[in-house]
Every structure is written in C-alpha cells, then in structure tokens.
C-alpha cells in the first residue's frame, strides 16, 4: 500500500543522505489504486528534489484522511527558493502538478528562499 511504500522510500533517502525522515500517517488510507499510484510518484519526485536541491536536514510526509479528501504534505527545511523565479527546464514541480491533475487533485507550493519547502496534494476519496 501507499504508507508502506512511503516508508521504504523515505528509508532509502534517509540511508543516502544525511537527512532526518519522518512519515505520520493515518490508519486505514481508502483510496483508488491510481489516486495511490499518483501520490507516490508526486511523493518520489519531492523526495528526488529534495536530495538535488534542498541541502534539507530534515523531511516529514504527512498522508492524512478527512471525511472527503487524503491530504500529502511533504515538508523540508531546505534552502527553499522563489516560486516565481522556478527553473522551468527542469520537469520535477510540473509533473507533480500534472499527476495530481490526473486524479482531479489539487497541487499547492509553499517556499520561501533559506525557510524550506512545503508541497500539499489534496485528492479526493471518492474515485
């Protein structure tokens, strides 16, 4: 499932890295095969980043369940950077933007140069 899978990858990128990693998650996540595909590849490509680009100490996942909605917050302390200044050659933000969209779900971007990153994905559990 979708936290299992989680967790192995944050494993992998804490063996790597020097980076502290955390996953706080729900019991029982319901959702669609592909809403669950899509979110773990919109939390590899986080993860990716943050191993390229932060120089992050630490990193948390979030996978949250609502009455509506599971919510994916991945939250680093990185450098951060400008969301207006974004290097559009690279395909990282874009595809995760475009999987979330895939599975009729919202993408939000939170960073602020030297504070970190925050990237929310709102998915609804109905398919």
Do not use: C, W
């Not at 944050?10 to 959702?31: F, H, P, S, T, Y």
């Amino acid at each position: 499932g979708l936290v299992s899978t989680l967790h192995h990858r944050l494993a992998a990128v804490e063996g790597r890295a020097d980076i502290k990693a955390r996953l706080i998650a729900d019991d029982n996540i319901q959702l669609t095969k592909d809403k669950e595909i899509a979110l773990y590849y919109i939390g590899q490509e986080a993860l990716n980043n943050i191993l390229r680009h932060a120089h992050a100490k630490t990193v948390s996942i979030t996978l949250k369940q609502t009455r509506l909605n599971v919510i994916l917050k991945i939250v680093d302390d990185g450098r951060g950077f400008d969301i207006k200044k974004i290097d559009h050659g690279g395909l990282g933000l874009p595809n995760m933007k475009e999987r979330a969209l895939q599975v009729n779900g919202k993408f939000k971007i939170t960073s602020t140069p030297n504070a970190g990153t925050i990237i929310t994905i709102t998915v609804g559990r109905k398919s």
